[in-house]
């Protein structure tokens, strides 16, 4: 009897550790699974509709809504006391039930967050942040006072001006010397965005400015400059950003990709020129089998599209994109309600 009292308290104890396993400790578990199979399929979903633009196919996001998981563990043991050989039973189950919800995102949510044009100020936050003024602007802006950037696309496509590329890198090296800051002025009318040039000793920083300011084609005495939405700017010293929609970002990341030959007649857009593939902010490959080392893959139409896992400046620009989508949502009308609910 007292070898089977024995193993009863070592059963209990067993069923003990293993409930100490769950409740708070699930939390350091459960919440990094779930995060990276949320950035995963983030990144796919996003390849995939980027694909699906290059051949002209309507891009398609479903939103993961809220993720609820819910757990339940048992054991029990018996046995009788009146003989050393009496039955003795032991049992368990343990219970995962995760919920999931999804939500398509379509109607106004769809406008907002995929085809209204990008507020300035987010630009320049992120400029602020210490992203590459290059990088940012080449992705996200339409023109600059007139100047246009690359665009894509079989009926708005166009080079960039060659003044603009020329302004991207006289921004960067700006931004890299720490004289360019901008901030939100409170009037009485009204917020206003204002960039600014500080005072730099250095003889390089100070032409870099005077070479911005001739191609935008602004005050060249002051260093002062109020930013806005729009085209043309209608003062000297109004910068104007047309900027564009994450819609529009996709259809400029969509002339990377690779399509196969067999597939040219099946595509939007003409085939992309090799000697601007380094013009491009990302190169989907394409393939036959599945890639093994890749940042992202989809398969489409019986093919492989994948984004290699070394490519820097394309995983750079979806990283972009999906802070960009994070960004432009704001508000807090539309979150998941709060579940609270038991672990076992």
Same mark, same amino acid.
């Given at each position: 009897?007292?070898?089977?009292?024995?193993?009863?308290?070592?059963?209990?104890?067993?069923?003990?550790?293993?409930?100490?396993?769950?409740?708070?400790?699930?939390?350091? !578990?459960? !919440?990094?699974?779930?995060?990276?199979?949320?950035?995963?399929?983030?990144?796919?979903?996003?390849?995939?509709?980027?694909?699906?633009?290059?051949?002209?196919?309507?891009?398609?996001?479903?939103?993961?809504?809220?993720?609820?998981?819910?757990?339940?563990?048992?054991?029990?043991?018996?046995?009788?006391?009146?003989?050393?050989?009496?039955?003795?039973?032991?049992?368990?189950?343990?219970?995962? !039930?995760?919920? #999931?919800?999804?939500?398509?995102?379509?109607?106004?949510?769809?406008?907002?967050?995929?085809?209204?044009?990008?507020?300035?100020?987010?630009?320049?936050?992120?400029?602020?942040?210490?992203?590459?003024?290059?990088?940012?602007?080449?992705?996200?802006?339409?023109?600059?006072?007139?100047?246009?950037?690359?665009?894509?696309?079989?009926?708005?496509?166009? /080079?960039?001006?060659?003044?603009?590329?020329?302004?991207?890198?006289?921004?960067?090296?700006?931004?890299?010397?720490?004289?360019?800051?901008?901030?939100?002025?409170?009037?009485?009318?009204?917020?206003?965005?204002?960039?600014?040039?500080?005072?730099?000793?250095?003889?390089?920083?100070?032409?870099?400015?005077?070479?911005?300011?001739?191609?935008?084609?602004?005050?060249?005495?002051?260093?002062? $400059?109020?930013?806005?939405?729009?085209?043309?700017?209608?003062? @000297?010293?109004? #910068?104007?950003?047309?900027?564009?929609?994450?819609?529009?970002?996709?259809?400029?990341?969509?002339?990377?990709?690779?399509? /196969?030959?067999?597939?040219?007649? @099946?595509?939007?857009?003409?085939?992309?020129?090799?000697?601007?593939?380094?013009?491009?902010?990302?190169?989907?490959?394409?393939?036959?089998?599945?890639? @093994?080392?890749?940042?992202?893959?989809?398969?489409?139409?019986?093919?492989?599209?994948?984004?290699?896992?070394?490519?820097?400046?394309?995983?750079?620009? $979806?990283?972009?994109?999906?802070?960009?989508?994070?960004?432009?949502?704001?508000?807090?009308?539309?979150?998941?309600?709060?579940?609270?609910?038991?672990?076992?």
């Amino acid at each position: 009897m007292r070898r089977q009292i024995s193993l009863l308290g070592i059963v209990g104890l067993a069923l003990l550790a293993g409930c100490g396993a769950y409740g708070p400790k699930t939390v350091v !578990r459960d !919440r990094f699974n779930y995060n990276t199979a949320i950035a995963e399929s983030w990144k796919n979903q996003m390849l995939q509709n980027v694909v699906r633009i290059r051949y002209a196919d309507m891009p398609v996001f479903l939103e993961v809504t809220s993720v609820v998981s819910q757990y339940e563990i048992k054991g029990d043991a018996t046995a009788r006391a009146d003989s050393l050989l009496s039955p003795f039973e032991i049992g368990g189950s343990y219970m995962e !039930r995760p919920t #999931i919800s999804y939500a398509p995102l379509t109607g106004e949510k769809f406008i907002k967050s995929l085809m209204t044009p990008l507020p300035p100020e987010i630009i320049l936050h992120l400029i602020e942040t210490g992203w590459p003024a290059e990088f940012i602007l080449g992705l996200s802006v339409q023109a600059v006072n007139g100047l246009y950037n690359r665009a894509g696309g079989q009926m708005v496509a166009h /080079p960039a001006d060659p003044d603009f590329r020329t302004l991207l890198t006289s921004l960067t090296s700006i931004q890299q010397s720490g004289v360019m800051v901008s901030e939100i002025e409170k009037h009485d009318d009204g917020d206003e965005i204002v960039l600014m040039f500080r005072e730099h000793p250095d003889a390089e920083v100070a032409s870099e400015i005077s070479s911005v300011l001739r191609l935008l084609r602004l005050n060249p005495d002051s260093r002062r $400059f109020s930013v806005s939405g729009g085209i043309c700017p209608a003062e @000297e010293n109004e #910068i104007k950003f047309e900027t564009r929609s994450i819609l529009m970002i996709m259809h400029a990341l969509a002339m990377g990709v690779e399509v /196969p030959s067999k597939h040219r007649a @099946e595509t939007l857009d003409a085939p992309v020129d090799p000697g601007s593939l380094n013009l491009l902010p990302v190169r989907v490959l394409s393939g036959e089998k599945r890639p @093994e080392d890749a940042y992202a893959a989809i398969q489409y139409l019986n093919h492989w599209f994948w984004i290699d896992g070394h490519d820097v400046q394309s995983k750079r620009a $979806f990283s972009f994109i999906q802070l960009l989508m994070n960004l432009s949502e704001g508000g807090t009308e539309n979150r998941a309600p709060v579940l609270t609910l038991p672990t076992g």
